[in-house]
């Protein structure tokens, strides 16, 4: 399993040197975008409105917009600077919990832990303390540039880092329209949805849920590729070589001289007949 983080977890005097490792993975089937006319994969470039021209990655910056069309520029090194300082603390705990005290709304992502080296011993004295007591460490953490708070639990005798959001990024629930305040329910209707409740209870079994789309849409390519419904993208056209430089030149021309609209011409002005000039002159 992929290390992406190595820190130290404490609480107290107590340090567990640590390797964090994603618990999650997304299963999402990733569908590609292609030109319907020639079956090649859609681009996505970066682009400056005002240049007017596609930029590249070293052309760049980070900046903060406090205002309309008005930034505070960062440079990197500070940003790098602000991150590595704060990395390199350790991630300690600060409270214990009941885990039935914190809102799932609160939880973000979860993370394996596994000890380093020289940390076993620590480690399981964490874990084994946690189970006993029943009870899950606050702690804050940086992953991916970011300060994340975070809780540490026991799942299936090994230690879990589960972020969670602050509070000031969970919405407030009194933002949520048309939420009805009337909250009262009719005796018989409630006591029927009980009984309903009660028919479908039974133990949580996560092997029983399977994502049905994922699978039907799975399904359904394997079918077309079997069926040989493929398609394979077109080749970008080669550029014209030097030696046919002067057919591109006279077919470039041809095509400019079909698209180009023909001038009106001017409309002719009515001269008077003879006899209308001998009629004038008598």
Same mark, same amino acid.
């Given at each position: !399993?992929?290390? *992406?983080?190595? %820190?130290?977890?404490?609480? %107290?005097?107590?340090?567990?040197?640590?390797? !964090?490792?994603?618990?999650?993975?997304?299963?999402?089937? #990733?569908?590609?975008?292609?030109?319907?006319?020639?079956?090649?994969?859609?681009?996505?470039?970066?682009?400056? $409105?005002?240049?007017? =021209?596609?930029? +590249?990655?070293?052309?760049?910056?980070?900046?903060?917009?406090?205002?309309?069309?008005?930034?505070? !520029?960062?440079?990197?090194?500070?940003?790098?600077?602000? +991150?590595?300082? +704060?990395?390199?603390?350790?991630?300690?705990?600060?409270?214990?919990?009941? @885990?039935?005290?914190?809102? $799932?709304? /609160?939880?973000? #992502?979860? /993370? &394996?832990?596994?000890?380093?080296?020289?940390?076993?011993?620590? &480690?399981? @004295?964490?874990?084994?303390?946690?189970?006993?007591?029943?009870?899950i460490g606050v702690a804050k953490m940086i992953i991916r540039s970011k300060e994340q708070l975070a809780v540490i639990r026991v799942y299936e005798n090994t230690l879990v880092?589960?972020?969670?959001?602050?509070?000031?990024?969970?919405?407030?629930? =009194?933002?949520?329209?048309?939420?009805?305040?009337?909250?009262?329910?009719?005796?018989?209707?409630?006591?029927?949805?009980? !009984?309903?409740?009660?028919?479908?209870?039974?133990?949580?079994? $996560?092997?029983? &849920? #399977?994502?049905?789309? =994922?699978?039907?849409?799975?399904?359904?390519?394997?079918?077309?590729?079997?069926?040989?419904?493929?398609?394979?993208?077109?080749?970008?056209?080669?550029?014209?070589?030097?030696?046919?430089? *002067?057919?591109?030149?006279?077919?470039?021309?041809?095509?400019?001289?079909?698209?180009? $609209?023909?001038?009106?011409?001017?409309?002719? =002005?009515?001269?008077?007949?003879?006899? +209308?000039?001998? #009629?004038?002159?008598?």
């Amino acid at each position: !399993m992929h290390t *992406m983080w190595k %820190g130290t977890i404490s609480f %107290g005097l107590v340090n567990i040197p640590v390797k !964090m490792h994603a618990a999650t993975e997304n299963k999402d089937v #990733k569908l590609r975008q292609l030109h319907k006319e020639c079956q090649s994969p859609v681009k996505y470039e970066k682009v400056c $409105p005002v240049c007017d =021209r596609e930029i +590249q990655s070293e052309e760049i910056v980070k900046a903060y917009e406090y205002a309309k069309n008005k930034f505070v !520029m960062l440079d990197e090194e500070d940003l790098e600077a602000l +991150q590595k300082e +704060q990395a390199d603390k350790a991630v300690e705990i600060v409270d214990f919990v009941k @885990l039935e005290e914190i809102d $799932p709304i /609160y939880f973000e #992502k979860s /993370y &394996y832990l596994s000890p380093n080296e020289g940390g076993s011993k620590a &480690y399981v @004295l964490l874990l084994n303390a946690l189970k006993d007591t029943g009870k899950i460490g606050v702690a804050k953490m940086i992953i991916r540039s970011k300060e994340q708070l975070a809780v540490i639990r026991v799942y299936e005798n090994t230690l879990v880092a589960e972020t969670i959001h602050y509070p000031d990024e969970v919405r407030n629930v =009194r933002d949520v329209p048309n939420v009805p305040e009337e909250t009262a329910t009719a005796k018989k209707e409630l006591d029927t949805a009980k !009984m309903l409740i009660d028919q479908l209870t039974t133990e949580f079994n $996560p092997e029983k &849920y #399977k994502d049905d789309y =994922r699978i039907a849409l799975l399904d359904l390519i394997e079918a077309k590729k079997n069926n040989e419904e493929i398609t394979t993208a077109k080749d970008k056209p080669a550029p014209k070589s030097a030696d046919n430089l *002067m057919d591109a030149l006279q077919e470039s021309l041809e095509r400019a001289k079909k698209a180009k $609209p023909k001038p009106k011409q001017p409309a002719k =002005r009515k001269t008077k007949t003879t006899a +209308q000039k001998k #009629k004038t002159a008598t």
